[in-house]
């Protein structure tokens, strides 16, 4: 791919929108992106407890495990009240309304890639290892979820709105 502003944002917009809408607020499908080449196959979908997941989520790039997170998105909304933080409290604030869907639960998802680096704790939060950026070239998309028809309209959807812009259109 070759990212541009408007076409980044398009593409973060995009996946917004399918998770409010056909993922019904990610209770059916959340979708998770990433720079490829920070990352390596093969992946995996495991369920963990929370206290033994670790990594630095995508808006904070200092490690947690997975119950300090779930935690620091509850109190960071409460916490932080200054203009200069605004559009990260906005991000945060969004997060918030999803932790509802895993928090209680003794194990949570988790995706991993081959050196156990994590890629998404589905479906709150990608992590800060392999977020996108203007210079991504290679994106990752994973969707999870409990509808697999839903799950593969989120994908393909993903996949060929932005086909447009790899170095090969439509490839």
């Given at each position: ?34 720079d ?8 995996t ?8 997941i ?20 509850k ?15 906005q ?9 509802k ?21 589905p479906?709150?939060?990608?992590s ?28 393909n959807?993903?996949v ?12």
């Open positions: 791919m070759t990212f541009t502003q408007e076409n980044y944002d398009s593409f973060i917009d995009l996946q917004d929108k399918l998770h409010t809408n056909i993922a019904r607020k990610r209770t059916l499908v959340a979708i998770g992106t990433h490829l080449d920070t990352i390596e196959s093969p992946f979908y495991e369920a963990l407890t929370p206290e033994s670790e990594f630095a989520p995508l808006t904070v790039d200092t490690k947690m495990n997975g119950k300090q997170i779930m935690q620091h998105y109190v960071y909304i409460c916490q932080h009240q200054f203009r200069s933080r605004i559009q990260l409290l991000s945060d604030k969004r997060l918030s309304k999803f932790l869907i895993i928090e209680d639960s003794p194990v949570y998802p988790v995706i991993y890639d081959a050196q156990r680096r994590v890629l998404s704790l479906p709150i939060i990608n800060w290892h392999s977020k996108l950026s203007l210079k991504t070239r290679n994106v990752f998309i994973e969707c999870t979820g409990t509808d697999l028809t839903k799950t593969k309209i989120v994908l959807t993903m060929a709105m932005f086909a447009e812009y790899c170095s090969e259109r439509f490839v």
